[in-house]
Nanobody
Framework: QVQLVESGGGLVQAGGSLRLSCAAS????????MGWFRQAPGKERELVAI???????YYTDSVKGRVTISRDNAKNTVYLQMNSLKPEDTAVYSC???????????WGKGTLVTVSS
């Protein structure tokens, strides 16, 4: 059974940092794209960052320069380092894996990030 389990969310003050982790099990994702999405209250889910198997990464404009996605294929884990957090970063962050950004087949349940002003 494939599982993606996120951790590392929590409450942080504006300007602070958090590191999210997503541990995958049930299959290897080294050849898959792995990404982080977020959904804020009352808003649609959006892609935050994605890491393709070849090393290419993508970041949505609102997080560029503040967020870094990385992966450890040996541990089947993807990370999201978030710095200089803003209240508008408050959301449930979910990791996902699949052949591409538009075809994420596997999803975690999410972890809540709350940034206070």
């Amino acid at each position: 059974q494939v599982q993606l389990v996120e951790s590392g969310g929590g409450l942080v003050q504006a300007g602070g940092s958090l590191r999210l982790s997503c541990a995958a099990s049930g299959r290897t994702f080294s050849t898959y794209a792995m990404g982080w999405f977020r959904q804020a209250p009352g808003k649609e889910r959006e892609l935050v960052a994605i890491s393709w198997s070849g090393g290419t990464t993508y970041y949505t404009d609102s997080v560029k320069g503040r967020v870094t996605i990385s992966r450890d294929n040996a541990k089947n884990t993807v990370y999201l380092q978030m710095n200089s957090l803003k209240p508008e970063d408050t959301a449930v962050y979910s990791c996902a894996a699949g052949p591409g950004a538009a075809s994420m087949n596997y999803w975690g349940k999410g972890t809540l990030v709350t940034v206070s002003s």
